[in-house]
Antibody, heavy 116, light 107 residues
């Protein structure tokens, strides 16, 4: 059974950093693109970043480019999202998802709240 | 960036109706279009991928189609459990973009 389990969310002050993790199991992690999708409270879904299966290429939405870094450790079957210079508008539930062109598997999400 | 214009924003339907939700892409996306259902407090669930392919375990009353750059999700004889928010997603190019969502209530 495919499982994606996010962790690392919490309350953080504007301008500070946070690192999210997503532990994957039930599939060969190194074979798949992975992505982060977020959802602000009461808002719609928003793609944040994707990474190729090898980790050699990464893709970001403009609003997080230069502040967020997606990475992966295939040996540990874990996806990461390093979030720096956080802003109030980054407040959201962050979901870890699998694949490149459609997202068949999602984690339960981890809530990030950016507030002073 | 490719814009996905989703409509309607909300709708209410009965058990006997056919529900149709549409997403119009601002340019061609080569059928890299998927549909998701999300229920309150839950993660989204994949319904349709590649515009017309039914995801594993999804009831056959759900179907997807395309006409030009307009993509549609149809629910035939919806069930009460189909209530939720539906989103389309284009994955033809980055940034991947979701539609704004359709809130569906089945009476």
């Amino acid at each position: 059974e495919v499982q994606l389990v996010e962790s690392g969310g919490g309350l953080v002050q504007p301008g500070r950093s946070l690192k999210l993790s997503c532990a994957a199991s039930g599939f060969t992690f190194s074979n798949y693109y992975m992505a982060w999708v977020r959802q602000a409270p009461t808002k719609g879904l928003e793609w944040v970043a994707s990474i190729t299966n090898s980790g050699g290429s990464t893709y970001y939405r403009d609003s997080v480019k230069g502040r967020f870094t997606i990475s992966r450790d295939n040996a540990k079957s874990t996806l990461y999202l390093q979030m720096d210079s956080l802003r109030s508008e980054d407040t959201a539930t962050y979901y870890c998802t699998r694949d490149r062109h459609w997202f068949a598997y999602w984690g339960q999400g981890t809530l990030v709240t950016v507030s002073s | 960036d490719i814009q996905m214009t989703q409509s309607p924003a909300s709708l209410s339907a009965s058990l006997e109706e056919i529900v149709t939700i549409t997403c119009k892409a601002s340019q061609g996306i080569d059928d890299y279009l998927s549909w998701y259902q999300q229920k309150p407090g839950k993660s989204p669930q994949l319904l349709i991928y590649d515009a017309t392919s039914l995801a594993d375990g999804v009831p056959s009353r759900f179907s997807g189609s395309r006409s030009g750059t307009q993509y549609s999700l149809k629910i035939s004889r919806p069930q009460v459990d189909d209530s939720g928010i539906y989103y389309c997603l284009q994955s033809y190019s980055t940034p991947l973009t979701f539609g704004s969502g359709t809130k569906l209530e089945i009476k």
